[in-house]
């Protein structure tokens, strides 16, 4: 399970994890709002910025009836027709150089899905670090191939894929020369339930596929996300826009800046607190070891008096003989005069 790099950006366990603010098409078609949106996302601490490269035309065809109208009357994109909803949510080819000019002048990553094989030639074009294939297009074989071809990172979402099917599409991303992947549990509704997030697939799609691991979460929240850092996360994915009550194809299940901030912070605190597996004091507990409890003479004993049930107690602090040798002295005659609050210690008998 290699660890590598992003734009110069550490993805793996010796690392926080690598937070993503999806774009998306929070822009609501305007150039300016998009580059606040990066800004904003540098701003509050995401380490990258990711676009989806595509056009209605390589995602759909105009077509106003039947399969081509959204029926889900559960869907947030209920009674649209697939081909005016990519209309309005796509990114402008001619934008995406200048975002990520913008994203690099911020000290971020910019990046991004690509939708078909001419996304993939449009995104070399601009040297795009690295790639991302989103759950619908995981077993879209062909693209795999060309994308893991630009022998750069690949990140794969997989949602609704079966273990089979996201073998088959790590296999076709390996042979054809990916070697620096992760992959996304991925929960494909929008908003997600928590409830369906089944996070203990992360560390199977880690160990069975030996390689890093991590979440494109939908839920409402921050719970999900810095949940998964405890089961091996090591990247995270959140749609972002600058304010949900602004509207917009993905305002709904995204975050504001506020609790991007939040994401970033709260992931970082769960990647620390994880450590290495060690037992015993640490070095900041190492004063606490005073305040165990450990024997005491709690009343005075002459030369010669016994120890009993009655003058030799388990108490705090732990300066005393270990707990575990009470019985064993119980009978026992001290040499001296010991005084009450004296820390029991073999030299006393």
Not at 40 to 68: C, N, P, S
Not at 134 to 146: H, N, P, Q, R
Not at 202 to 224: E, K, N
Not at 279 to 299: C, M, N, P, Q, W
């Amino acid at each position: 399970m290699n660890e590598f790099s992003i734009a110069g950006r550490i993805i793996g366990r010796n690392a926080s994890p690598f937070v993503i603010a999806e774009m998306s098409g929070n822009h609501n078609h305007s150039i300016e709002r998009a580059m606040e949106i990066v800004d904003r996302a540098a701003e509050y601490g995401a380490h990258a910025i990711k676009l989806q490269t595509y056009t209605a035309d390589t995602m759909t065809i105009d077509v106003q009836q039947d399969e081509f109208v959204i029926s889900d009357k559960h869907s947030l994109w209920y009674g649209e027709n697939l081909y005016e909803l990519y209309q309005k949510a796509c990114t402008p080819l001619e934008w995406h150089e200048p975002i990520f000019n913008r994203a690099k002048e911020k000290g971020i990553v910019a990046f991004s899905s690509a939708f078909d094989a001419t996304a993939v030639d449009f995104l070399e074009s601009i040297d795009a670090p690295a790639y991302k294939i989103a759950s619908f297009e995981m077993t879209d074989v062909e693209l795999v191939a060309k994308v893991a071809a630009t022998g750069k990172p690949v990140i794969i979402s997989t949602g609704m894929a079966t273990l089979a099917e996201i073998d088959e599409t790590v296999r076709i991303a390996r042979q054809n020369g990916c070697r620096d992947l992760v992959l996304l549990r991925c929960t494909s509704s929008y908003p997600a339930d928590p409830a369906e997030a089944n996070l203990a697939s992360i560390p199977v799609l880690r160990d069975a596929f030996g390689c890093q691991v991590g979440i494109s979460d939908h839920t409402m929240g921050l719970a999900v996300p810095i949940a998964s850092v405890a089961l091996g996360a090591t990247v995270i994915e959140k749609h972002f826009t600058l304010a949900r009550a602004d509207g917009g194809v993905d305002s709904d299940f995204s975050l504001e800046p506020d609790e991007l901030r939040a994401l970033v912070r709260e992931s970082e605190l769960a990647w620390k607190a994880l450590g290495t597996p060690r037992f015993g004091a640490g070095d900041k507990e190492k004063t606490s070891l005073s305040h165990r409890r450990s024997l005491y003479i709690v009343k005075d004993v002459p030369a010669g008096g016994e120890l009993t049930e009655d003058n030799l107690r388990s108490i705090r602090p732990g300066l005393g003989l270990p707990v575990k040798y009470r019985q064993n002295l119980i009978g026992r005659t001290v040499k001296n005069d010991v005084k009450r609050g004296t820390p029991m210690s073999w030299g006393l008998l």
